[in-house]
Structures are given as C-alpha cells and as structure tokens.
C-alpha cells in the first residue's frame, strides 16, 4: 500500500470518526416540558372521601366529619377500613403502599395522605 493511501485512509478514518462523534450534538432535540397542576383542594379530597364513605352502607352519612375516626365514630371494623382505603386508592387512581394504608384510620389522614400525593386525580 502506498504511503499516500495509508495517509488519505487514516485521514478519512478519523474524519468519520470525528463525525460520528459529532452527530448527537449537531442534532439536540428539544425537550418537552409540562406544567403541572397545582394539585386537588383539600376540600376537594374531603368532598370525594365523604361520597366514597357514604357509599357503605355502615356509615352514617350525619355522623360524616373531616375528623371522624373509621372505627370509633362510624362504626367500620379493620375490613371496612381496609376496603375504604381500596376505594380511596381506586377513587384517586393512585397506589398505597401496605405499611402506609395501615396507617389511615382516620378520614383526615386519609385527606392528608391524598393531599401530599401528587400523582392522585
């Protein structure tokens, strides 16, 4: 092989190289970007917890406050309070996890838990 084609060879290999290289930051796609919602009310959240609770037909829908208790003040034994946390979680299309589901008793800890997760709708 000459001295000229083994030069113009290398030369033309490290120009493709360099192109290569270079392709992705010629081309730089823009990035999509998405506001996001402010989130539900707290009222909101209140509003469709009540219509899910109301739904059973142990509850009384008088004794319905944002402070009411699952068990003591309306009556729900730990499968009722486990099935309203399956509604809420159906309600507002969103997943809880098991240790943090235990943990709702109450319909303003369930309101609280709604209104700190951002992917409920």
Do not use: C
Request: aromatic share 8%; hydrophobic share 45%.
């Amino acid at each position: 092989m000459s001295l000229f084609r083994l030069a113009s060879r290398t030369s033309a290999l490290s120009r493709a190289a360099w192109s290569v290289r270079s392709v992705p930051n010629r081309f730089v796609l823009p990035r999509a970007t998405y506001a996001s919602s402010a989130g539900l009310s707290r009222d909101a959240i209140q509003t469709r917890i009540f219509d899910v609770l109301k739904g059973y037909e142990k509850v009384d829908a008088a004794k319905l406050t944002p402070t009411a208790s699952f068990a003591k003040d309306l009556g729900l034994d730990s499968l009722d309070a486990v099935e309203v946390v399956m509604a809420v979680e159906e309600e507002f299309s969103i997943e809880i996890p098991d240790a943090e589901a235990d943990a709702i008793q109450s319909v303003d800890q369930a309101i609280d838990y709604i209104a700190k997760t951002p992917e409920a709708h």
